[in-house]
């Protein structure tokens, strides 16, 4: 069983930053793809990235890219993401979400997920 805790989250204004941290327990992270999603209220829940487990690929929706950043610390079992040029549009809870298997752009894939940070960015 693995579980999931997301940090990191906060109050941001906007063009600012904040990186968020997955911290994995109960396996080897690195087996495991991961991937990040945001969800704000009313909203469907949205793809952002993933990082493949085996060869630490990374991949990103085009509402993201080139502002957010995924990596993986081995080490310590977490996986982040770094997120610049922040707008009040951002402003959801972001959830991490990890799957044995390929990473993969569909929610449905992902058999761990952890409980969630809020992220709000002011205009």
């Known amino acids: 069983q693995v579980q999931l805790v997301e940090s990191g989250g906060g109050l941001v204004q906007a063009g600012g930053s904040l990186r968020l941290s997955c911290a994995a327990s109960?396996?080897?992270?690195?087996?495991?793809?991961n991937a990040w999603f945001r969800q704000a209220p009313g909203k469907q829940r949205e793809f952002l990235g993933a990082?493949?487990?085996?060869?630490?690929?990374?991949y990103y929706s085009d509402s993201v890219k080139g502002r957010f950043t995924i990596s993986r610390n081995k080490a310590k079992n977490t996986v982040y993401l770094q997120m610049n040029s922040l707008k009040p549009e951002d402003t959801a809870v972001y959830l991490c979400?990890?799957?044995?298997?390929?990473?993969?752009?569909?929610?449905?894939?992902?058999?761990?997920w952890g409980q969630g940070t809020q992220v709000t960015v002011s205009s």
């Open positions: 979400a990890a799957r044995n298997g390929l990473a993969s752009a569909r929610s449905d894939q992902y058999s761990y």
């Open positions: 109960g396996t080897s992270s690195s087996v495991y793809s």
């Open positions: 990082i493949s487990g085996s060869t630490n690929s990374t």
